[in-house]
């Protein structure tokens, strides 16, 4: 919730990292196409606001779910440097 709360209220601002730029374009792709299956399901218009909507959810989900995956990573480091520390 709390990397919500940052998304929304631009409290950082991120850039996709090269190597997940594909991954990224991926995950676009899927909720726009998702989106577009869902109208197409109950027999309503698509149009761009739905595109966008579709859009800003998926840059959502991405920050979410690497915003989270950097957290495991720093949380890693920091017990790997906390058992150096034990050790020595």
Do not use: H, W
């Not at 606001?49 to 579709?54: K, N, R």
Request: hydrophobic share 40%; net charge negative.
């Amino acid at each position: 919730m709390k990397s919500v709360i940052t998304y929304f209220t631009g409290g950082v601002n991120y850039a996709v990292p090269g190597t997940l730029a594909f991954d990224y374009c991926l995950r676009q792709l899927r909720f726009v196409f998702a989106s577009f299956v869902i109208t197409y399901y109950f027999k309503t218009e698509y149009s761009v606001i739905t595109m966008v909507i579709a859009m800003l959810l998926a840059d959502l989900r991405f920050y979410i779910d690497f915003d989270e995956y950097m957290e495991q990573v720093n949380n890693q480091e920091e017990e790997s440097s906390d058992k150096d520390d034990e050790e020595e």
